[in-house]
């Protein structure tokens, strides 16, 4: 079955990096757009940053550009977000997710599949 298994979240303080990893399984990972989601307590589930199957193409929410990077490893069927400069509002659980095509990327219906998340904290 298909699995998305995030890593690489922690406690961290304003202005310092983290690097999460999402390693996916049970599906052609090659063949599919990946995004990466957000949500703190109480609030919905928000669109981070997406890419394109070979990756040439990405999309970024307005308040993580130029902080975050989204990339991906077709070969170890990995997709990563390296967070630089976070801050105290960055602060929620973090998902991947995989889609089909580059179009809609900021929806959540545009994904089949979730992973569990990875909890990121940052202190002010």
């Known amino acids: 079955q298909v699995q998305l298994v995030e890593s690489g979240g922690g406690l961290v303080q304003a202005g310092d990096s983290l690097r999460l990893s999402c390693a996916a399984s049970?599906?052609?990972?090659?063949?599919?757009?990946m995004g990466w989601f957000r949500q703190a307590p109480g609030k919905e589930r928000e669109f981070v940053a997406a890419?394109?199957?070979?990756?040439?193409?990405?999309e970024y929410v307005d308040s993580v550009k130029g902080r975050f990077t989204i990339s991906r490893d077709n070969a170890k069927t990995t997709v990563y977000l390296q967070m630089n400069s976070l801050k105290p509002e960055d602060t929620a659980v973090y998902y991947c997710?995989?889609?089909?095509?580059?179009?809609?990327?900021?929806?959540?219906?545009?994904?089949?599949?979730w992973g569990h998340g990875t909890q990121v904290t940052v202190s002010s």
């Open positions: 890419i394109s199957r070979m990756g040439g193409r990405t």
């Open positions: 997710a995989a889609g089909t095509l580059f179009t809609n990327t900021r929806l959540t219906s545009t994904y089949d599949y």
């Open positions: 049970g599906l052609t990972f090659s063949s599919r757009a």
